[in-house]
């Protein structure tokens, strides 16, 4: 079986290399899994725009989306990245659990958001119409809508590379569920 390692930067291109020299500046390091999407000469810099593009969910929604996806696709490398992300953002253990099992009771707005994501996720995007009703009434918007659902294909993404490779977890393992 071919092993996928983590490229370090002597191994990528020199664009890469400029996009790992920026990635330690902001996170002190180069997450594995970004280090990984640089074996290819594009999907870094790809990536890296898709992740930073302008969006209407940002901050502890967006984390909502992160949490909802990693877990419903179960990669451990997103879970442990964004538990973390998540308490910076202001969750405490007990919400980023119930979250991750597609809900949030102390927020009725991230609650409706955690049920749709969840839905959207699990179905491959066939979600029950019911949640993109309650999403409206919980204050969302159409732009919101949209926004979410590619916040749901990047976590996507990452979820998938960490799950086909199996690179190593460079972050506190996220607690497991019961």
Known sequence: MTTINVPTREEVSPANQAIFDNLKKGFGMV??????????ENALATYM????????ITGKAREVVNLVVSQVN????????????????GF?????IEIRHGH???????????RLTKGIAQSR???DHGLVEAFFAAG??????VDTIVAI????????????????????AAPRLD
């Open 125 to 127: 995007g066939h979600v």
């Open 153 to 172: 294909g990047d976590k996507t993404v990452t979820n998938y590379l960490h799950s086909t490779t199996q690179i190593p977890v460079d972050f506190p």
């Open 140 to 145: 969302w918007t159409k732009e919101n809508l």
């Open 104 to 114: 949030a009771s102390f927020d009725a707005k991230l609650d409706a958001l955690a």
């Open 92 to 96: 405490t253990d007990a919400q980023i």
């Open 49 to 56: 725009a898709f992740q930073g593009a302008k969006s209407s």
């Open 31 to 40: 997450p594995n899994l970004f280090a990984t999407l640089a074996h290819s």
């Open 74 to 89: 179960e990669c451990e490398y997103c879970l442990a990245a964004h538990t973390m992300v998540g308490k910076m953002n």
